[in-house]
């Protein structure tokens, strides 16, 4: 399957009944892209794998519930898809949730890989509890991507993390979750790409009852429901 640039391809494209794997939004980057799993039962066509990508992402929105994701994989958890090319946005209805983005350019493409595999090498699974968390101040930081995968059950956070205070250098890391169960985001992606000199971060609350953690950027916010979740240094 090539790149798809024209509303006229798009209207041929089957959405229903494919299998969302995974999103990876980069805010520095201002890209979502979406692995997706398609074909066309209507005329015997095997699912492939694809990429739905949205350059010059503004706006960002996800909810997904993974047990219900996984539930229905085999079977197809795309219920439908949505691509205006002429505004830049696509919206995929989904059997546990919604995704939809809008920017500058929205394109198709095959993809030579398994879209589990390329979503795997993404995300380091977490191993700690939600209590050894509770007192990390991600004030100031600066966040960089999010990575959703309902096939592997994680999910991740890059940051630039000051230590020590707004003073201190940022130091990369990655706030890896595993076990997850739903992730809810809501974000500004143009504000949140832009120069922020005290971090796009406002602050982070961790409900460790719920093993819940919910993120306030400058512009949106990003809740997840987890098993676990650990810090690691890039």
């Given at each position: 399957?090539?790149?798809?640039?024209?509303?006229?391809?798009?209207?041929?494209?089957?959405?229903?009944?494919?299998?969302?794997?995974?999103?990876?939004?980069?805010?520095?980057?201002r890209t979502c892209e979406i692995d997706l799993s398609l074909g066309d039962y209507k005329v015997g066509r095997a699912r492939s794998a694809c990429s739905l990508s949205c350059a010059g992402t503004e706006e960002f929105f996800g909810r997904f519930?993974?047990?219900?994701?996984?539930?229905?994989?085999?079977?197809?958890n795309i219920q439908d898809g949505r691509v205006d090319v002429s505004r830049g946005s696509l919206r995929l209805y989904l059997a546990g949730g919604l995704v939809e983005a809008a920017g500058r350019d929205v394109r198709l493409a095959a993809?030579?890989?398994?879209?589990?595999?390329?979503g795997t090498s993404r995300v380091r699974a977490g191993r700690?509890?939600?209590?050894?968390?509770?007192?990390?101040?991600?004030d100031f930081s600066y966040l960089e991507s999010i990575h959703f995968s309902p096939v592997t059950g994680t999910c991740s956070m890059k940051?630039?993390?000051?230590?020590?205070?707004?003073?201190s250098d940022a130091q990369p890391v990655m706030v890896a979750f595993s076990g997850v169960t739903s992730c809810i985001a809501k974000l500004d992606v143009a504000a949140l790409s832009g120069e922020h000199r005290?971090?796009?971060?406002?602050?982070?609350?961790?409900?460790?009852?719920?093993?819940?953690?919910?993120?306030?950027v400058s512009d949106g916010f990003i809740e997840v429901v987890a098993a676990r979740v650990s810090i690691v240094e890039q």
């Open positions: 399957m090539s790149d798809v640039t024209c509303q006229e391809r798009f209207d041929d494209v089957e959405f229903h009944d494919g299998v969302f794997n995974s999103v990876f939004l980069s805010i520095v980057e519930g993974f047990e219900e994701l996984a539930d229905n994989a085999s079977s197809g993809l030579p890989w398994p879209t589990d595999a390329a700690g509890g939600f209590k050894k968390i509770e007192g990390v101040e991600f940051l630039l993390m000051r230590r020590g205070g707004i003073a005290f971090g796009n971060v406002r602050s982070c609350i961790v409900h460790r009852k719920q093993n819940m953690i919910r993120m306030y």
